[in-house]
Each structure stands twice: as structure tokens, then as C-alpha cells.
């Protein structure tokens, strides 16, 4: 996990409602959210509130459902990079 993807943990961790956090080895960051009735939302609706409270240094790549049959559990995931000018880590 590198310093961006670290800071972007803590944020998320602070100032967000995500079930799961995963950093991946190509810069990306996993957010999932879980639930069991979709209740109308999609992971598109999902992925802009994403991109509402996302820091200016990370852009939204794709939204994706993971749905699974019960007893499974089925995730809202928004994959995040890096963007270009917020880039530049250690």
C-alpha cells in the first residue's frame, strides 16, 4: 500500500460510509459497499455519491455490482485511481 492509498484509507475511514477498503497493487482503491435489498439503488447511484465526497486527488474509474444469492453477500463496488495531477507519490 503506498502513502496516496494510506491517506485515502484514513479519509474514507473518517468521512465515509464503506464497508470494505482494499488497495490494490496498481495504484487502484476498492470501495465496496454492502446490502442485502438494493431497495431501488444501483452501483451507478452509489459510485456518484462516491464521486460527491471523493478528494480532488482521486478520480472514479467504474461502479460494479456484485450480486450473489443468499446466504453470499452482494456488494456496491466504485474502483478509484489516482488522478493525473494528484499522481506525483512516493
Known sequence: MNRSQRKL???VRDNAF????????DGSVELRKYFFYRMGKT???????????LPEEWKLLRTVE??????KDSWFVAVVVPSKEGSRES
Do not use: I, T
Open 18 to 25: 464503506v464497508d470494505k477498503v482494499m488497495c490494490c497493487r
Open 43 to 53: 452501483a451507478e447511484s452509489w459510485g456518484g455519491k462516491v464521486q460527491c465526497w
Open 9 to 11: 484509507k484514513a479519509y
Open 66 to 71: 456484485e450480486w450473489r444469492q443468499w446466504p
